[in-house]
Structure formats: C-alpha cells, structure tokens
C-alpha cells in the first residue's frame, strides 16, 4: 500500500484527500468483515464494484457506490468540524440560529405589509418580492455550509441586525393601520346619538 505522502502526485478519482479517505474508509471495513459469513462473504464481492480510486478506469454497477457516497460526506462533515475551534462551531450554530430568526421576522414583515396593501387597493393584484431566501438551498447543518454561502449569510444578518429596530417599527405601525383600515367606515352610523 503507498502512503499518502505517495499517493500525492498520483491521479485522482476524486481528489487527493477523499481518495485516500476512501481508500482507508474501504480497507477498515474489508478488514473487519467476517470469511464466514454470508452476508460479510458478499459485501467483500461487492466492495470490488466500486469506483476505483486514483484515476482508474470505472464501469457504473455498484449499488454500494451511494452508500460509500453518503459515508464519505458524513466524515468529510466531521473532519470539517474538528478542525474548527469550539468558537467557531458555537458561531456557525448562531449564525444558524439569527438566520431562522431573521426569516420569521422577515415573513411577519411580508404579511403585514400585504395585509396593508389589500385594504389600500382592494381587488389590485401586484406582486413586489421581499423574499431573502437565497437561491440556492441552504444545508441544514451550519458547519456544512461552505465558505461563500456562509458569507453571504453573514452579510445578510448582520445587514438584518443593524436594521432590526427599524423592521420591527414598521411592522408595529403597519400592524396598527390594518387594525384601523379593518374597521368598516360605516360602522359607528348606527349609534343613537344625540349630534
């Protein structure tokens, strides 16, 4: 077996590091499973379907390909993870946590302003998108995040928490005028008054 030291200036199937992550991942569990046992007997068959590492020629039939794929993410996440300092891994967390706070407070905004557009033009249908969902769909888990999309998270909320006092007065006063624009315009001309 050559050292990743080695292996370094060799071809790549998927590139240097997860080649040799796979390659080791591949041998642990040959390694640990049992010649006696059926089930192990056919897992060791099947191991030799898939993709070859280091630049091999490749024939796509291995149902065990998605299963490697999946494993090799999840480590690939976690060796992501340890070499983040506790520091960072509470502020991707937090910046997980503004980010879910931020779209709330940005959906109670969207509704209450559409709230006051239908009572100031009933029956006129326009659309001005408010959204601040990106484009692309953010991972659940902070630290899989990768570098570009973390940033333009962290651009976005800090923009949203310089301007969150502001958000919340205009969601207060458009509250406050679709509760009196709610109020039929003839509704007190039925009292028994006097005037």
């Known amino acids: 077996m050559l050292t990743v030291s080695q292996r370094k200036f060799s071809r790549f199937t998927f590139n240097h590091a997860e080649d040799c992550l796979r390659e ?76 879910k706070t931020m779209e709330t407070e940005w959906k109670d905004l969207e509704r209450e302003f559409e709230e006051f557009r239908t009572h100031m033009f009933p029956g006129f249908a326009y659309n001005i998108p408010v959204s601040t969902s990106p484009e692309e769909q953010v991972p659940y888990n902070p630290i899989a995040w990768p570098d570009g999309l973390r940033a333009q998270i962290q651009g976005r909320v800090n923009k949203w928490r310089s301007q969150k006092k502001v958000m919340a007065q205009m969601c207060a006063l458009l509250a406050s005028s679709n509760q009196a624009l709610s109020v039929p315009e003839d509704s007190f001309d039925d009292l028994n008054s006097d005037i």
């Open 24 to 99: 080791v991942r591949r041998q642990r569990l040959h390694a640990s499973l049992d010649a006696d046992n059926k089930v192990d007997r056919h897992l060791k068959w099947s191991l030799r379907l898939l993709r070859p590492l280091f630049g091999k020629p490749y024939q796509d039939h291995a149902p065990l390909q998605a299963a490697e794929n999946i494993a090799i993410d999840a480590l690939l996440l976690l060796r992501r993870q340890a070499a983040m300092s506790p520091e960072e891994v509470a502020h991707m967390y937090q910046l997980s946590e503004d980010l």
